[in-house]
């Protein structure tokens, strides 16, 4: 069942399809005039100066040039007028309008990714304190939580600001999540099946797929719609992965509904990404409260772990126990 999951994995892989579009907002020609006009009178040359620097502390600080700032103010105007005419909020370079806080361009998704964050390190703080270093894949799940760690907190950066090299490690790192979820399944399905050599090539094969995505992601412009069909199959075969083999487990191993709540949620979770409408007061649209939707998906995933490495260190001392005392069908003494 396994191999023909990864076979439909290749298939996925190979397919790709060349995504073009442009935003109605930054194309519209009063948008256009008036970020030209705004450069023209406060911009030094470069764009970046101010002429007249007013600018708040907080603002340089997050590095909100003067061709930034002068984009920001007629995206508003231009929104403001598309309202007058009633006519649909627009996007802007694929964007949709949000108030800035902090200099925070999408406040929400910044909030809900350091939440993300939290959890992930409250529960490896609960992992570590329950679960012995010498635990069989006790290093796995230490792995796990770095990739996912790493992943939030770039997530929160580029939602902070949006540049080319921030947006290059949020699609980067979130890749190499739903990767790490692929190699978590696939090292606890081979656990014990399969000599160190093998999980050894397996690895290096991981690493081998990500450093080519990441590679890929480097180049400009970003195939988008490719990246999100590789990024859906993905997470797909992880899924249906963990679904059988928590199936297959139901009985001997209580705990495994964990994980499949786990992939539920992350499944569930993702259905708000379909829906693609102007944020509630400028603030929370449906990529935001994606974030939020995430933030159980460590508590359940966690407590998964802590459980399945105490049942595999069982498993073990058992294992050893019986080498030591082998059953001759009379009582050790």
């Known amino acids: 069942m396994y191999v023909k999951m990864l076979i439909l994995f290749l298939i996925l892989l190979s397919m790709s399809i060349t995504l073009t579009y442009s935003s109605p907002g930054d194309n ?46 007629c995206m508003w105007k231009t929104v403001k007028i598309f309202n007058e005419r009633f006519r649909k909020t627009p996007q802007f370079y ?65 939602h902070y600001r949006d540049f080319v090299f921030t947006e290059f490690l949020d699609y980067a790192c979130s890749f190499s999540l739903l990767l790490m979820n692929l190699y978590l399944v696939s090292i606890r399905l081979l656990h014990n099946k399969v000599s160190k050599y093998a999980l050894i090539v397996i690895t290096v094969a991981f690493i081998m797929f990500l450093t080519k995505h990441v590679a890929y992601l480097s180049k400009r412009p970003i195939d988008y719609d490719y990246n999100i069909k590789l990024n859906v199959a993905i997470g797909t075969i992880s899924g249906l992965s963990w679904y059988i083999w928590c199936f297959y487990n139901r009985n001997r ?81």
Not at 36 to 60: A, H, V
Not at 103 to 124: C, D, R, T
Not at 284 to 295: C, I, K, P, R
């Open 94 to 158: 694929g964007k949709w309008p949000f108030i800035r806080i902090l200099g925070m361009q999408e406040p929400a998704s910044v909030v809900f990714s350091l939440l993300n964050a939290f959890v992930h390190i409250k529960m490896m703080r609960k992992f570590r304190a329950k679960v012995k270093p010498g635990s069989p894949l006790f290093w796995l799940w230490h792995l796990f939580f770095v990739v996912c760690l790493h992943a939030w907190l770039w997530s929160a950066i580029f």
């Open 253 to 333: 191993q209580k705990y495994v509904w964990k994980c499949a709540v786990y992939v539920t949620i992350s499944g569930t979770a993702l259905a708000l990404e379909l829906f693609d409408r102007p944020p509630y007061f400028y603030v929370l649209d449906y990529h935001s409260l994606w974030h939020l939707a995430t933030t159980p998906l460590g508590l359940f995933m966690y407590r998964f772990g802590i459980d399945d490495c105490e049942f595999l260190r069982r498993q073990k001392l058992d294992g050893d126990s019986k080498k030591d005392f082998p059953y001759t069908g009379k009582h050790q003494v």
């Open 28 to 73: 519209d020609p009063f948008y256009v005039s008036c970020v030209e006009s705004c450069k023209s009178s406060n911009c030094t040359k470069d764009g970046k100066g101010f002429k007249e620097d007013k600018q708040p502390f907080i603002l340089k600080m997050t590095l909100w040039y003067c061709n930034h700032e002068c984009k920001h103010e």
